[in-house]
Structure formats: structure tokens, C-alpha cells
């Protein structure tokens, strides 16, 4: 008994200093950024202090059209990116699950994107769609459709964003479903080729189910890299053509480091975390239940 209880407090020991660490770094700004979203302050104006308006600054976004319209572009740029790089991403996975030669190389190739750092993948994707001399203009030029202004064209801009965030971060799809597919058992695979199933029998039946926690973890890790997107977008258009491709990410950089509203600021971050950690257990809750009901049946 002596040593069991040695050995909670050796334990303790190591986790709680962690546990306070993680606490204090995650915590803390959160209370801070809710507790600036209560008040109204302006770093233009530190005479005026910090007067308490209570939710005067919430009712401020979803009152303001600004606001409102960098939701809903983050909502379409979140859609966009998680979907066409899961898709990508997952079949990838599936044609490189196999051994051949050289399949060490392909991947660690594959994998590259992901270790740029998003200002030069923005700064790169912005070199490659200039029109005027950028090389994707060239060739689309040879093919006689004429100079596109991939990112001075409010509406396309979008999509040229979302192609900078899928190049960089299809990679981390991969290598999660990749990494699953390689620890699935085997022997399992062939008792049902052996019984007559099909390849998409296989797939449909034993691959995706076998996948789900694998599938909901890149799902997840890939919606929150997208709702915070902001170096590449930033570094490519600043949020423009005009407002196109102002995410929520650069709506909250140009309205507390441009405008200095530091309390509306506050109020939209703090919602937007909501909006991120409901979206997240939501989907969690749904792929457990239907778990559950996949392993009662």
C-alpha cells in the first residue's frame, strides 16, 4: 500500500507541474481575452481606460456586416480547404499504401509542403499566380485563355487561397490515414477476400470503419488549422481584393492592430472559439454514436 502510494505521488510529482503549465498557458489568455471582450477599450486611446460595457461588443458583431461577412467567408474557406485536402489527401494514402520501389522517397517528398512555413507558402503562391509574369499566367496563356488575375479578382481570390492552404496541408491528411492504413490487420483483409468480397465491399465495410478514429482526428486537426488560417492569406492578399478573402483570422488582425478596437476584437476571437469548440464536439458526439450503434448492431 506504502509503495502504491509512493508511486501516485512519484506520478504527481511529474503530471501537475504539466498539468499547471498547460492551465496557465491556455487558460489565462482565454479568461483575459473574455474579460477584454467585457470592456471597451481602444489602444488609441489608454486615457480612457477600460470602462465595462458588458455585451455591448458581442452585439457589435453580430450587428456589424464586416463581422458578419468574415464568419461567413471563413465558414466557405473552411469547407473548401478541409474537403478537397481530405479527399486528396485520403487518396493518396490509398495509392500509396502498398510497398514498391522507392515508396520511402515518394513520400518523404509528399510530406515536404507541410514542413514551409505559411508566410513563404503564401509569398510563393503569390509569385506563381502573379498575372502578369507568374508561371501558371504563362502557361495558361500558352493555352490561349489569357492573363487571369488569380488574386486581384474578388471573385476567385478565394479559391487561390484555399489552393495555397490545401497545397500546404493535404500532406498532414495523408500522413495520418497513411500511417492507419499500415497498422490495419491484414489477415482480416484476407479472410474476406477469401469469402468473395470485393474491393469496394473491402473498403466500404472494413477500411472506413476501421479508419473512423483516424478519419475524424485529420477531419478535426484539419478544421482547426483552417479556421485559424492567417499567414498564408495575409501574406497573399492582405485580405483583398478589397474584402474577398478577409477571413476571420485577418478580420480580427486589421480590427485590433489597424483599427486598435482591442474589446470588439476580444468579443469576435471569443466567439469564434465557441463557434470552434461546439463545431468540434458536435462531431465527435455524432462519430461515437454512430459507433456505438455500428457496434451494437
Request: aromatic content about 12%; charged content about 10%; overall charge positive.
Amino acid at each position: 500500500m506504502i509503495k502504491g502510494i509512493s508511486s501516485r505521488l512519484s506520478l504527481g510529482l511529474f503530471l501537475y507541474p504539466t498539468l499547471v503549465l498547460f492551465v496557465a498557458a491556455g487558460v489565462t489568455p482565454l479568461g483575459y481575452a473574455i474579460y477584454t471582450s467585457l470592456h471597451k477599450m481602444n489602444l488609441m486611446k489608454p486615457a480612457l481606460g477600460m470602462p465595462f460595457v458588458g455585451l455591448a461588443n458581442y452585439v457589435w458583431v453580430f450587428t456589424n456586416s464586416g463581422a458578419i461577412d468574415a464568419l461567413l467567408r471563413t465558414l466557405q474557406f473552411v469547407a473548401l480547404s478541409v474537403v478537397i485536402s481530405f479527399i486528396l489527401g485520403a487518396a493518396m494514402a490509398l495509392l500509396l499504401n502498398g510497398r514498391f520501389r522507392g515508396a520511402s522517397l515518394v513520400r518523404a517528398i509528399l510530406i515536404l509542403p507541410m514542413v514551409v512555413t505559411p508566410v513563404v507558402t503564401g509569398m510563393m503562391f503569390k509569385f506563381m499566380l502573379e498575372p502578369t509574369f507568374g508561371p501558371v499566367s504563362y502557361y495558361i496563356g500558352r493555352l490561349g485563355l489569357g492573363p487571369i488575375d488569380w488574386l486581384g479578382n474578388p471573385n476567385i481570390a478565394i479559391y487561390s487561397v484555399v489552393a495555397a492552404d490545401v497545397w500546404q496541408w493535404t500532406p498532414l491528411v495523408f500522413l495520418i490515414l497513411l500511417a492507419a492504413l499500415q497498422t490495419l490487420p491484414q489477415d482480416v483483409y484476407e479472410a474476406a477476400s477469401l469469402d468473395g468480397a470485393s474491393s469496394r465491399q473491402l473498403m466500404r465495410y472494413l477500411t472506413l470503419p476501421l479508419l473512423r478514429t483516424p478519419i475524424v482526428l485529420a477531419l478535426l486537426l484539419r478544421l482547426m488549422d483552417a479556421m485559424r488560417a492567417f499567414d498564408q492569406i495575409y501574406s497573399m492578399t492582405r485580405g483583398g481584393p478589397g474584402s474577398a478573402t478577409e477571413v476571420a483570422s485577418v478580420f480580427l488582425y486589421n480590427s485590433g492592430f489597424r483599427v486598435f478596437r482591442m474589446g470588439r476584437t476580444a468579443a469576435f476571437a471569443v466567439l469564434i472559439f465557441a463557434v470552434i469548440l461546439v463545431a468540434s464536439y458536435i462531431f465527435v458526439k455524432a462519430t461515437a454514436k454512430r459507433a456505438a450503434r455500428e457496434g451494437t448492431a
